[in-house]
């Protein structure tokens, strides 16, 4: 026979996928000899049944019987007893918090007849026994019944008797279902639970369950436990309590109490709550008592707990308890002390902090307390708060930038163009765009704060202003805003920089304070630990260097594009519009010291370390003015009869080199491959970089990456070519050449690929791209939200790495490229190099390393650390 029913005496806190969370607990603090009012737990597995059937298991009723029975006895009070009736709580308890989720129903038990017992027996409080009976018609009305809560609050708008409103009730509930409130209490019991189990599908259950990602068929656990009330005059209350600060992580005294009063008075804010430590003058005895309680929990669970309590006549009874939720903060905090009081060892105390909670501890916030209503909602796409005037173009904000203004750029939104605009803002908003749009994927590589896609905002750059709501708002207006929430204020809100970054950037010491001790002591530890090296993408020196400060042992990836924006343009342009060869020479002989001095920058920030150097990739259209505006300008002259010049030429050149499909046109090496020079211009940047690097005393670790490579052939051509580069200019001087895997067809044929690379580098966005087939700069604002909404994914593919579709393909390539190359070392240089879950993916596939942003340094090591134990 199936056991279904578990009385408290019975389970342990291992038991949670059975007992749920709380009834598991609810058990633990029972074996531990806590003071628990007695009752016991239906199963989840009873649930299950419930839900695939639509019935109840059959031996159910009779265990519930059983264990009824063993309640009444040991209580000594009977369910419905005219003189001395027993009242239960039904309560729901998954084996996740689902908080507020499902259903509650108290004081189960109470009828007509039972409620001039419980009335006999407060003596005093007669009120509050009919109270407690008025509570039960509403709690089962609504929940069990289904009757609109509505009736019930217009009955409470005009009546505060409590005898008076039973009535009442008693009247809608029979309107509504067409039959009495029961007065069998063993039926409200039976009801109350098949209510609490049904609720696990109530509509709000189920959008939980899919955005925390909780499985839906595991079924909630019901507890029915001997109802202890805290509303039986000033020696009753009830209270929660910490046993630690749960947003600081500091030992001490943390709660609230409420005098006389029930459990749901203080969730509904109904009367104002005292600081826990005011028990001690209430209820000495009580509060004495809840100590030494927490003290045992805290001990017996090695970790912070929270508590719900209830004092009844000075009688202290122990509700809940769990392992509590705390801040980012509080997790670092905690789990070093745990260390130093000898509870948990640096391992489990590694594995109790993520990289996400990192990750929140690094951005600089707003103010607690300092918010106002937003001005509009976007997508929080890089987290941080900024603060400031508004400008609309990159020149005005890299003017202003240069004066020392910290400008917000707003844009409709990005394109490379404004590179040097956003670098020099302090935040970027966009009215357009998702999570991986150009704004966000730039931003946070720059550990910059943004807010994308908030489309209430019209942003009409020409005009320098931007209208919401009616409101207009001009250039130098100020505004905040957080990248975290993607809320946008109008006006400055104070902002406070993130002790955890002084500290990586070396301006404060290890151990300043506990927070950045407890990290410090973490990160340590996680790199003693990881097998996964960690890197940075970055496209400049300082970025090098800042990434080495928090942690990098090499640049994984420098995208060269950026060194063809800004001054620079007027001569790709000039390279792309070249007539022929000679012309084309010279541009590319001007461009190459420029190239040449960017790397010398990085080998020298990353000396001794290797320094990974993609050759260019993007489609060289974009360094081409845009299509439309040209075109616009050409047929205005020629409408004027005035000579276009330069532009029609111009113009000629943009419509040749424009595509539709530009993500899966002439880019990466296909470009290399087409235009003769631009590839071997690169390559001897990079080696005379490195050999005067060299030359000047330093040890560069150049490493030249081939994009989008899809063949073997393609890889090939440019091998060759580099290996005569080197072979005339390198001096002897190593240099790996390897290739980025991101074409599918690079992932499925790696085992050829890797006999002409050195190394492999996952380019998880393109392979995310071409492996959904998703357009990585619109799909997001499209229909993202609907598969998200829909479940067909969790998280965006983009963000988090899909294990199982973009990840076999990810392990096959790891798998035939080792094959192939026994000597192969392997990374990833997308997005998802420093995404916490997607760090655990490359560790399990067997990556040699990440590289990721430098923000994102410190978590890819943290994650790094926790995957290695
Ligand atoms: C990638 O595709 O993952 C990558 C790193 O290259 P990019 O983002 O520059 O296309
Ligand atoms: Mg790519």
Not at 7 to 14: A, P
Request: net charge negative; with cysteine.
């Amino acid at each position: 026979m199936t056991t279904f029913v578990y009385d408290f005496t019975d389970g342990n806190k291992e038991m949670k996928a059975l007992l749920g969370g709380k009834g598991a607990n609810l058990a633990e603090m029972t074996n531990l000899g806590l003071p628990v009012p007695p009752g016991f737990t239906v199963t989840t597995e009873a649930c299950q049944e419930y839900l695939r059937t639509g019935r109840e298991p059959d031996e159910l009723a009779e265990q519930i019987t059983a264990h009824l029975e063993r309640l009444e006895k040991q209580m000594g009070r009977w369910l419905g007893d005219p003189d001395n009736p027993l009242l239960v709580s039904v309560r729901s308890g998954g084996a996740f918090s689902m908080p507020g989720m499902m259903e509650t129903i108290l004081d189960v038990g109470l009828t007509d007849v039972s409620v001039h017992g419980l009335a006999a027996q407060r003596g005093e409080s007669v009120h509050s026994a009919w109270d407690s009976y008025r509570r039960l018609i509403e709690m089962f009305g609504r929940t069990v019944c289904g009757v609109p809560a509505a009736e019930f609050d217009q009955v409470k708008r005009h009546s505060d008797d409590p005898k008076e409103m039973v009535a009442a009730y008693q009247k809608i509930f029979r309107e509504h279902t067409g039959r009495e409130f029961p007065q069998d209490p063993r039926e409200q019991l039976d009801l109350a639970v098949r209510a609490v189990f049904a609720s696990w599908n109530s509509e709000r259950a189920v959008l939980y369950r899919r955005q925390e990602r909780i499985p839906a068929d595991l079924g909630t656990a019901v507890n029915v436990m001997a109802m202890v009330f805290g509303n039986l005059g000033p020696d009753s209350g009830t209270g929660v309590a910490f046993t630690r600060d749960p947003a600081t992580g500091e030992p001490g005294v943390y709660g609230d109490y409420l005098q006389n009063a029930q459990g749901e008075d203080v969730v509904a804010g109904i009367r104002n709550t005292v600081p826990l430590q005011d028990l001690e003058r209430l209820d000495k005895k009580s509060y004495d008592e809840l100590l030494g309680h927490m003290a045992r929990l805290e001990e017996h669970y090695r970790d912070l707990c929270d508590i719900e309590f209830t004092i009844e006549h000075g009688r202290l009874w122990m509700l809940q308890t769990r392992v509590g939720k705390r801040t980012a903060a509080a997790a670092f905090v905690i789990a070093s002390q745990l260390v130093d009081d000898g509870l948990i060892d640096a391992d489990e105390a590694l594995a109790r902090v993520t990289g996400a909670q990192l990750a929140q501890l690094m951005f600089p916030a707003f103010e607690v307390g300092a918010e106002t209503r937003p001005l509009a909602h976007g997508v929080g796409a890089s987290p941080g708060a900024a603060v400031g005037p508004i400008v609309f173009d990159s020149a005005r904000a890299t003017a202003l930038a240069a004066e020392g203004q910290d400008v917000i750029l707003v844009r409709r939104e990005t394109n490379p163009d404004d590179l040097p605009g956003m670098i020099a803002a302090q935040g970027i908003l966009t009215s357009r765009g998702g999570k991986t749009s150009h704004a966000a994927v730039v931003a946070r590589g720059m550990g910059k704060t943004c807010v994308c896609g908030a489309e209430a905002l019209q942003v009409d750059a020409d005009r320098r202003e931007l209208t919401v709501d009616g409101q207009v708002l001009r250039e130098g207006e100020e505004i905040s805003i957080d990248g975290t929430t993607g809320r946008v204020y109008l006006g400055a809100m104070p902002v406070a920089p993130s002790p955890v970054v002084r500290y990586f950037e070396g301006e404060l010491a290890p151990n300043a304070d506990r927070l950045i001790a407890a990290v410090h002591r973490l990160l340590t530890h996680a790199d003693a630990r990881r097998r996964l090296g960690v890197h940075t993408n970055a496209d400049t020196g300082a970025d090098a260097a800042r990434a080495r400060r928090f942690g990098a042992e090499g640049v994984g990836l420098c995208r060269t594009e950026h060194m063809f924006l800004g001054d620079r343009r007027p001569l790709v342009e000039r390279l792309i519009l070249a007539a022929d060869d000679h012309e084309r020479d010279r541009a590319l002989a001007e461009l190459l010291p420029l190239q040449q001095a960017d790397f010398e920058d990085l080998f020298r920030a990353m000396d001794g370390a290797p320094v990974t150097i993609r050759l260019l990739d993007p489609p060289l259209h974009e360094f081409l003015p845009s299509l439309e505006e040209l075109a616009v300008k050409v047929g205005v002259a020629q409408a004027l009869g005035k000579d276009p010049g330069a532009d029609l030429a111009l113009l000629t050149a943009v419509r040749r080199m424009h595509e539709e499909n530009p993500m899966l046109g002439l880019r990466g090496v296909r470009l290399g491959l087409v235009v003769p020079g631009l590839f071997a211009m690169q390559i001897r940047a990079i080696v005379q970089a490195a050999v005067a690097h060299r030359d000047a005393g330093g040890d560069p670790r150049p490493e030249i990456m081939v994009p989008l490579v899809g063949a073997v052939q393609e890889l090939e051509t440019v091998r060759a070519e580099a290996e005569q580069i080197i072979a005339e200019i390198g001096d002897g001087l190593p240099v790996r050449i390897g290739t980025m895997i991101e074409v599918p067809r690079a992932a499925l044929t790696a085992g050829e690929i890797a006999q002409a690379a050195d190394f492999f580098s996952f380019g998880t966005n393109d392979l995310t791209q071409m492996g959904w087939g998703f357009s990585r700069d619109d799909v997001e604002g499209a229909f993202f939200s609907r598969y998200l909404e829909l479940g067909i994914f969790g998280t965006s593919p983009f963000e988090s790495i899909d294990r199982a579709g973009i990840g076999r393909m990810i392990r096959i390539a790891v798998d035939e490229g080792r094959a192939a190359r026994p000597e192969l070392h392997i990374g990833v240089c997308g997005e998802h190099g420093g995404d916490p879950d997607s760090v655990q993916f490359f560790a399990e596939a067997g990556l040699d390393y990440v590289s990721c942003s430098p923000y994102r340094v410190p978590i890819a090591r943290l994650e790094a650390g926790r995957a290695a134990i």
